[in-house]
């Protein structure tokens, strides 16, 4: 296997992936972490499934009406997971948007920092 790309399928988890529940998190850690993804690797694959999606999607336009995210690619499908108590395997509905950093990613997130060091908030609490 080709190792020279971190993008590929079949590697397993990606390193800039975030899979997005509805119930674990708060809206706003999606957000955090999409954007220190973004900074990491420029670009970031959220994916949800079933009724998480809302969530991915709102995310996701929280990222844009910012002007930090573009949207690259949208991809949409169903899948089988097990379900021990039916017995049988249910379908689910499955979203993955890709994000690309936008072209003012670097100086809107530089203005955010020196912003928050004028106010006296601390980044990482």
Sequence with gaps: MDQSNGNHEHDGAK???IQV???KKPLFFYVNLAKRFMQ??????????GMAIATVVTVVEILKNNGLAIEKKISTSTIDIGDES????????????LLRKSDQFDELMEAAATEDLETGEDLDS
């Design 15 to 17: 390193k800039n992936r």
């Design 21 to 23: 529940s509805n119930t």
């Design 40 to 49: 990491q690797y420029d670009e970031v694959e959220l994916s949800a499934l």
């Design 86 to 97: 039916r017995g049988r395997p249910v379908q689910k509905a499955k979203m993955e948007i």
